[in-house]
């Protein structure tokens, strides 16, 4: 029909004309100025002024980083500065940080919450803007030791606002592994004595923590920074992997899956957030945390601002008011991490909070080997060899997985 | 004629109305109708749906910038030749395909009794109450189900109270469950087409002297193939394509459907995750087409 | 073999509702942590639900694409059946292929197709519609094979018949042809909005940050460990709901009682 035929190559010209446009790819962008991070951060508009709020935001968020009373009725930070602010809240939960970078592609989000695994990611890909942090008057009093970090900034420029930080322990469940567990070889060991009973984390960053294990274990392979792998390192960690997995019972995504598992006795020691440990030991769960002694990973997330945002002054007032010491104290001793801001210390409901995660330990902050994306040009600063990238990184882990 | 008053009166033609001779001219032309008929669902189905496949799987031929995930718009075979190459492709895609027929012949052989009860042996009132009992758990949530299963196959769940063992999570509950919920997709088409096998085959094989077995295996199977291959159209591509079942009960095994989305979530690598999709596209193309030559498309 | 056979139906339903039994009876399982066998029983969850408006509201929102992806179905679906069944023409098959296609492509793929036009190609915002037009999508295939199932039943002649006693062609379809399609429209429309209801990953990728769909608010909740509970209560719900629909469609339609896929 001839409507059909005209419609048919509407849409077909539509979508010559799109490739056409394109153009060439964002790859040509390498040539930019490069920082530690082996990238080139794109040139994305920055905010110079807060005005009025546009009434609405979107948030992506790992669960419990924006409450709004629907897990608890008394625990919500969302609703208070709905009514404050009148910026009315949307709060999308994401379980990895791959998810996290793909939701924000969509551009349907305002703000997201990003771990040091997706920040660069999302900065490079020209999908978050530079936080202007003097329209941010809370951030003066966050913790030094988070600020212009190589995951939250490029070339001292900050990419956002650092909400807190944690680390990601062994867990085990006191009855059943006994003596308590002082290593990772516990979970990578072959011969562990929990084979079919040991969880991990279900993302491409586990590597890391091979490679951490690895540092100690087999020190000829020269790995100093986890992040930063070439590929022979990287296979050695891919092959311990490929170790471990028969062991394994279950990759972990969501807390829920965690905590289940660990409850019904399919696991019995893994990797996790302190926030699972702390769930399962509120539902009976005979659990325990423990830092083994090869190290742990850890991560520091920060709240960043998309650059398509069309509610940026929202996104400003919501920067503010979750690293402001009240409901800074509130978000993370609801979710178990330290906070950024330490005059949160103070305000928490627990006063052993800050102790308990080591909010002040700088030494111990500093001992974690925090969340980073690992790019082509090595973080630790080797410039004789290439370093595998998070792309690399990600088919390893489907290899892994098998 | 008492009480009837039946005059024969002049019936006039029907006024010339628009609406009339419109109808009749569409009349007197069926490929107007048949255009004005097929131009609404072939422009939705065939421009918009075949043109959003085509445009995903163009992307396929393109690749991508491994750092940032943007699309780098360079004619390559890359994706295709790594997903040929590397022997994890090869083996997840292998695995994916077992288990959708796993879970086809496993739901063929559940649903069949209960579809030809229906069918054939149901006083009109127990097929009625048997189809709400068929339909009823299509309603109930795809992820409650899920957690459900997830929940029987833990250790000390339902399972393991019951037989003392439990397969625990992998592949075997990742069966179990898909073959769960599918299974009405299976017993729908059965049950519709062992409704169309006429009794009298069946009395007149007996009469013929074939025992069940014989004639379920030279009169029932025959007719009911199209249906039973209509039915396998869904559990074979609704298993094909499925994550979150695989996620929610597979414990550490990952399927073709995971694959894909874990290239466009993770590596953001949509060119990579359009070569993986080209081939359950490929593959349900080919089933559809051996299918079809069984007359399944018109049972379904 | 007559008890074989009831043992067959027995297996059938026992596996079918087994694990419906568990959903129920963990939606009382005071342990949050979907624990077996329960820890001990609560309401807790029910009066939760209950006051939780964001279920209410998913359910709302399922409820309207749903019925807004039915009636595209219904259109298109019949649109589409009457050409097949009553024309002859080169591409028939072709265009049978063509209706099955978006229910037998994996959903992950017609996800991320539709989701690339929308955003990519022709840079438009998810939301209500982009996720209508693909519910809608699929939901065709089920209108169509239940109408053009009755039609093929019908044949020509009755339409035929109506038309020469002088009805228009819009007068015989409303008085004749759609009274003899009611209950396959019916049964197609019921089939199609279930599965728009409980439709999942087609929708991850069409419907955008605002629109939570009861299936989306099921995943969501799933991640919260404190609320997961709920969302076995709305699966009891739901099953119990799901009865009334589908019997009234049993009640008004004929023999091919569940309508087809």
Redesign the interface.
Known sequence: MAVTSVRMLATLS??TL?IAACGTSGGDEDTGSTSGGGFSAPDVAMLEEVGKGEGEL?ILAW??YAESG???PSVDWVSPFEDETGCKV?V??F?TSDEAVSLMK????DVVSASGDASLRLIAAGDVEPVNTDLVPNYADVADFLKDRAWNSVDGQMYGVPHGWGANPLMYNTKEVTPAPDSWSVVFEADSPYAGEITAYDSPIYIADAAMYLKETQPDLGIEDPYALDEEQLAAAVDLLKQQRPNVSEYWS???QE??AF??GDTVVGTTWQYNAS??QS???PVKTVVPEEGITGWSDTWMVAAESEHTNCAYMWLDWIVSPQINAEATEWFGEAPANLAACDLASDENFCDTYHATDEKYAESIYYWNTPVAECLDGRTDVTCTDYSDWTTAWTEVKG | MAGSHTAVRAVGL?RRTL??RS?AS??RR??L??GG??S???L???V??????A??LV?AFWSTDTFTGDVVRVWTLDNFAQLWQEDVYRTVVLRTLSVAVLVTVLDAL?????A??MAK?ATPRT??LL???????????????A??????V?D???IE?VLGVTPGFGLVAATLTLA?LW?P?M???L??GL?RLPDSLLDASEDLGAR?GRTFRSVVLPSVLPALA??S??TF??S?????TVEIVGGTSQLL?NV??DN?GAANN?PF??AM?TV??AV?VC??AAV?RTGA??N? | ?RW??????A???A??????L??VI?SFNS???????P?GLTLRWWSAAAQ?D?ALDAVVTSAQVGLAATAVAL???T??A??LSR?R?FGR?T????????????????G??????F????GL??GFVSLV?AH??FC??VVF?NV?ARLRRLGGNVEEAS?DL?A???ATFRMVTLPSLASALLAGALLAF?LS??E??VTTFTA???IET??VW???N???????PV??V??TV??A???VP??LS?RLSG???????
């Open positions: 539509a979508l799109a979107n669960p419990g629907q897990t608890d949307n999308k939960d379980g969509t551009g349907e989000y969501s807390a829920t905590v289940s409850r019904s769930l399962a539902k009976g769960t | 029907p609406l009339r109808s569409l009349h069926p490929w109708r048949l008929l097929l609404a669902p072939l939705w189905l065939g918009a749906y075949i043109g959003s496949l445009a995903l992307t559940l649903a069949f009794p209960i030809f009860y042996v097929q009625k189809v709400v009992a068929v339909l009823m758990p299509l309603w109930a949530s795809y992820l409650v189900k957690y459900a299963w997830r929940i029987m833990s000390s769940g339902v109270s769960y299974l997709f017993i729908l088409p049950f519709a409704q069940p209509a039915g159209i869904f591509s609704l094909l394509g499925d994550y979150i459907g894909v989305y466009i949509l995750a359009a999709a359950t596209v349900m089933y559809l079809r498309l018109d379904l | 073999m074989l056979l009831r043992a067959g139906v297996v059938a339903l596996f079918i509702y087994v694990p419906l568990v959903v963990t342990d949050s942590t979907f624990s077996w066998p820890a939780n964001g259109v298109l679906g649109m589409a009457f050409a024309h023409f098959q265009i049978s292929l063509l209706v099955v296609l978006p229910i037998a492509l994996p959903g992950i793929v017609t991320i197709a539709l989701n690339n036009a955003r990519t190609v022709l915002d998810l037009v809608a999508t065709v295939v094979n053009a038309m002088g228009t062609r819009l279930a209801f409980d999942i990953i955008g940050a605002e009861l299936p099921i995943f969501s799933l991640f919260r460990p404190n609320s997961a969302v076995n709305v699966g739901l099953i709901v799901s009865i589908i019997w049993q023999d091919t009682a569940g309508g087809r896929l």
